[in-house]
């Protein structure tokens, strides 16, 4: 992202921190990575967002969300939105803010490392435990694996690592 | 592959174009195919795990038809519902019905067919996307970045039941070996880049069919032999070749299912 920004970009950008995942309305685009790029040119505002997975049908729920947060601007125009492929969205692009709003919703955020044989770990995201079993690494969402504590009983998700290294 | 970055420049463009159409047929068929189990996977785990996987893909076709709705080819919508089966370049694995009679009705789908068809069109995929990357129109390398990184979970997906199945009962084993046999009826125009061929390949925007193919054989190779089987025959002519608009009529009646919503009010916002 640009790291000079006037100060309409700068508004835009905290409306955008204000757009929420449709389905995990603890995080919002700005904490899951989504936004590569936001550029004003006059009162019209161009927004590069990157695309979570290609099939994800909340994608084009959130374009509205975002036209409609950041027309309520007053200085704003036009919004343009567009959803490009090139860098790709990986788990990595998520904050420290967005693991933690995860968190809350339930969702264990995705591991950051990855053994050799491609297998991963996660920890149950309400009692912390490492005593975890993967039910289905398919899960609701597109994004999501889900999984079961054997220490607090509870079925939980996670978000799966998405790199490219895959 | 070092070869230069094209545009899709009138000469460039029909090669695109052709690429374009039988990357988008295929996963928008298979995709279709896959959702046709919903509901009827053998457990429910399965359930969730295989419809994912069809939308994932139904993103991949769409993000396809998007690439040549930017071309000038129209709407991707109206692409993926409205072009008759003389116009698709799918392969035939992917129009092939999942077994007999209908989800609507009875059906009696095959789940061995099913972890065959899709194990296999998956490898093949991955190797085509591999390719991609190094497509030389960039627009196509950066979806096929995306693509296989979501490509990752489903390989290791079918390659476990694959693997599975193939180590169980005998049963399982039988019907498993018959399923092998028909997907590999038609597998002869997976890798077929059609009368474009040499178009396609001499504008770097894929590598030559029969050197992904070979990729193919050497990667299942491993796989075969760990579960003590030989890697079976591939039709080298085959019967029909869907990237020359070469189908059966289950690829008619699946279009027909398939656009039944979408006819209705072509003008609908979805």
Not at chain 1, 60 to 72: D, G, M, P, R, T
Not at chain 2, 106 to 116: E, I, L, Q, T
Not at chain 2, 154 to 166: A, G, R, S
Not at chain 2, 233 to 245: E, M, T
Request: glycine residues 6%; hydrophobic residues 40%.
């Amino acid at each position: 992202m640009q790291m000079v920004l006037n100060s309409l970009e700068k508004t835009v950008l905290e409306v955008l921190e204000e757009v929420h995942d449709p389905e995990i309305n603890t995080v919002s685009i700005i904490d899951l990575g989504m936004v590569e790029e936001v550029s004003v040119h006059g009162g019209v505002v161009d927004i590069k967002i990157l695309p979570t997975f290609l099939g994800c049908p909340a994608l084009e729920l959130i374009k509205e969300n975002i036209k409609k947060a950041v027309q309520s601007i007053e200085e704003v125009q036009e919004v343009k939105v567009e959803f490009i492929n090139h860098p790709p969205w990986t788990s990595d692009r998520i904050s420290e803010k967005g693991r933690k709003g995860l968190k809350a919703f339930g969702i264990a955020p995705p591991p950051r490392l990855m053994d050799s044989d491609g297998s991963w770990h996660v920890d149950c995201p309400f009692c912390g435990s490492t005593y975890v079993t993967m039910d289905n690494i398919f899960g609701p969402t597109a994004c999501r694996s889900i999984l079961y504590c054997k220490n607090c009983k509870n079925p939980f998700e996670a978000m799966k690592p998405i790199s490219t290294l895959m | 592959m070092t070869e230069q970055k094209i545009t899709a420049a009138p000469e460039n463009k029909d090669a695109i174009v052709s690429l374009l159409f039988q990357l988008a047929d295929d996963d928008f068929l298979y995709s279709f195919r896959g959702s046709e189990w919903l509901g009827l996977a053998p457990h429910i785990e399965e359930d969730v795990a295989s419809s994912s996987i069809s939308q994932d893909s139904m993103g991949h076709a769409a993000m396809y038809y998007q690439l040549l709705e930017e071309l000038g080819l129209g709407n991707a919508d109206a692409l993926a519902h409205l072009r008759p089966a003389n116009k698709r370049k799918n392969c035939t694995l992917v129009e092939r019905p999942n077994g007999e009679g209908c989800y609507m009705e009875v059906p009696k789908y095959d789940w061995a067919y099913a972890v065959v068809r899709n194990y296999f069109y998956t490898v093949a995929k991955k190797i085509k996307i591999e390719s991609l990357k190094n497509c030389s129109y960039d627009p196509l390398a950066q979806v096929a970045v995306k693509v296989n990184i979501e490509l990752y979970y489903h390989l290791l997906h079918w390659k476990t039941w694959f693997v599975q199945l193939l180590s169980s009962t005998e049963e399982a084993k039988q019907r498993m070996q018959g399923a092998i046999d028909q997907v590999m009826k038609d597998f002869g125009d997976v890798f077929s880049l059609g009368t474009d061929g040499e178009n396609i390949v001499g504008l770097g925007l894929i590598e030559d069919e029969n050197v992904l193919l070979q990729r193919w054989i050497d990667q299942m190779q491993t796989v075969f032999e760990s579960i003590n089987l030989s890697i079976p025959d591939i039709p080298s002519a085959p019967a029909l070749n869907g990237r020359n608009f070469e189908h059966t009529e289950d690829l008619d009646s699946a279009i027909a299912t398939l656009s039944e919503v979408y006819r209705l009010d072509t003008a609908a916002a979805w």
